[in-house]
């Protein structure tokens, strides 16, 4: 039986406690190592009071967090990143001055003041899908991330070195939580429909509130977790009592690190308060030690650590040559006004040959409009003049045709590292890694490392039998994707995806029959598992029928246009074959 997480990622209480604790072991003190222990973390030893201590910074999607570690942090990057040289040169001879966490915000920001370079500040964005690292200047510029988000239609934001820094968007739609009143509760409650948990209520009404949080907050104000807006001792007062204790927290700083455990005394939750809700405790001398202890029974020992390293390497290889040309491309682009602009230039020069005298730097045409002021190469005759006009005219205008398809096909691209990305990550073998390694090799996006390929057996798909008797296949890479969807799929059947993140392809084969709902929830669930938002509560899984999708003109292996779908809300669920187990479908819902 496989466990259950109760909280893969830091609340902001959590990170409350977390600054609280930097705040007294850290601040004041000197840099004098920062390093990678992988290609989402940077680690910082710190020298302060005569004691080296160990700041971990992660922004792993998998469990993006904050804390101290027990023991030196190692390096886990072949090759140094230009955001560690950034950051290692930013910040080795700093002082940490101070930590500032933004009201109830999952993100803290560690201010540096360095000798020769001034201040320099680390944003941490303990986010989910979202998390980042931004090292930023004394002005508030982008120095380097290690994520760049660029202006496009799937960014909130913009993310890249050069830019000034845009905080994350806040929560749309929710409630500060150290705004709520009484007559603010009293309306949550009113406005919850009986049978739904209150925790779920709260947790998407009130900003700053994760789902633990939220069911412990319910526990202290009823007795039961799983409370509804119908339990005798709910109240807008007890809620309000709950309420008015947490938030105080951060203040008085009364903070109780606490692991929950499972039977068998294994961790499935921490926090900076007693877990009463779950029962099993162990309280810790520190928030870092609950958080180690947490995050190291979760991830566990990555056997598969140093390939995995690898592909995510070439994976930021090809990412940083894609920007690169993205940018060139950028440069290269020109507006319809410029071009029309430079083929009228080279004819107002003929028309005006007999007034141009050799040697002449400028030419005044009269348009019956304007007078033009054109530029002219006084070593050239009028008609060599026009002739290099009409050159760069269509030289612009070719870029002007080809460069919107090429930026096009650039960002496809990029969409598509992602997703390697993604299947990087969830990959639990060394064939699977090694598909995605050739697939990015064969793409042509990066150069073959010297030496040959490594030649393992070839990975598969996962399928799975439902206790339906429905079958269900589920790539675990984009190229495997690409093989469920076109080779193995009929028009038919029925095709899942998490919407707006990368992940696998899911199909139930059907052949034109109806697929029962509750196997098509399940299969939702595993499709939610198997991509970058796992580590959610809930997702939006997109589901139609295969003959709904067309390739994308040029596009990479798996890379799919959907004409027509509706959307389920999924929780995260593994597929029995990475369990052990046929899974059950509890926990979603459907929104047609």
């Known amino acids: 039986m496989y466990r259950l997480w109760y909280n893969a990622h830091m609340d902001a209480i959590t990170l409350a406690a977390v600054r609280r604790e930097l705040e007294e072991t850290l601040t004041g003190g000197r840099v004098q190592t920062v390093l990678q222990p992988d290609a989402s973390s940077l680690a910082l030893e710190i020298f302060r009071d005569g004691q080296r201590r160990w700041l971990l910074l992660s922004a792993d999607v998998r469990a993006p967090r904050v804390h101290l570690l027990a023991e030196r942090a190692r390096r886990g990057v072949e090759k140094d990143s230009p955001f560690l040289l950034l950051a290692r040169k930013r910040l080795r001879g700093a002082r940490l001055a101070r930590i500032i966490q933004p009201g109830w915000e999952r993100l803290l920001y560690h201010v540096f003041r360095h000798p020769a370079y001034g201040v320099a500040t680390l944003a941490a964005e303990v986010m989910g899908r979202w998390s980042n690292l931004a090292l930023n200047d004394g002005q508030g510029d982008v120095l380097a991330s290690l994520r760049h988000f660029e202006p496009n239609e799937r960014a909130r934001r913009i993310v890249r070195p050069g830019h000034p820094y845009q905080p994350p968007p806040p929560q749309r739609g929710k409630l500060p939580l150290d705004i709520v009143r009484e007559e603010d509760a009293a309306r949550l409650l009113h406005q919850t429909p009986a049978g739904v948990p209150l925790w779920k209520a709260l947790a998407g009404s009130l900003a700053g509130l994760g789902p633990l949080a939220a069911r412990e907050l319910v526990h202290r104000a009823t007795g039961d977790a799983q409370a509804d807006v119908t339990h005798p001792n709910l109240s807008p007062e007890s809620l309000m009592t709950a309420l008015d204790w947490f938030r105080s927290l951060p203040q008085q700083g009364g903070w ?35 958080a180690q202890i947490y995050y190291g029974a979760m991830l566990g020992a990555d056997s598969y650590a140093g390939r995995r390293r690898q592909v995510m390497a070439l994976i930021d290889e090809a990412r940083k040559k894609l920007l690169a040309r993205r940018a060139s491309l950028g440069d290269q682009a020109v507006g319809e006004e410029d071009v029309a602009r430079l083929r009228s230039y080279g004819e107002w020069i003929l028309a005006y040959a007999w007034k141009i005298r050799p040697g002449d730097a400028e030419l005044l045409a009269e348009t019956g409009e304007e007078i033009l002021r054109i530029p002219l190469d006084p070593t050239l005759s009028p008609s060599e003049n026009a002739q290099a006009y009409f050159a760069r005219y269509r030289k612009a205008k070719r870029a002007a045709e080809n460069v919107p398809q090429l930026l096009a096909q650039a960002d496809r ?46 990975a598969h798909p996962i399928r799975v039998t439902t206790p339906e008797g429905c079958e269900v296949i589920i790539g675990r890479n984009a190229v495997q994707n690409e093989r469920v969807t076109w080779k193995i799929a009929g028009p038919e059947d029925i095709w899942l995806h998490a919407q707006g993140v990368p992940g696998s392809h899911v199909v139930i084969r059907a052949e034109g029959g109806d697929v029962p709902e509750e196997v098509i929830l399940r299969a939702a669930g595993w499709a939610a598992w198997r991509s970058q938002a796992r580590r959610d509560a809930n997702v939006p899984v997109i589901v139609t029928r295969r003959k709904h999708l067309r390739k994308i003109r040029s596009g990479r292996p798996g890379q799919v246009r959907v004409l027509q779908h509706r959307t389920v809300m999924a929780r995260p669920e593994k597929p029995p074959e990475d369990s052990g187990q046929r899974s059950e479908s509890g926990g979603l819902k459907n929104l047609n």
Not at 267 to 290: C, D, K, M, Q
Not at 426 to 435: G, H, K, R, V, W
Not at 441 to 446: A, C, I, P
Request: negative net charge.
């Open 256 to 290: 109780a690190p606490t692991i929950a455990l499972d039977e068998e005394d294994r961790p499935v939750a921490f926090a900076p308060y007693a877990l009463t809700h779950l029962g099993r405790l162990r309280y810790e001398a520190s928030i870092s030690e609950a």
């Open 413 to 458: 691209d990029l969409a598509w590292l992602e997703q390697l990305a993604s299947d990087a990550g969830l990959a639990d073998n060394a064939p699977q890694l090694e598909e995605i390694r050739a697939t990015l090799l064969d793409s042509g996006l990066v150069t073959e490392p010297k030496g040959k390929r490594s030649r393992l057996p070839r």
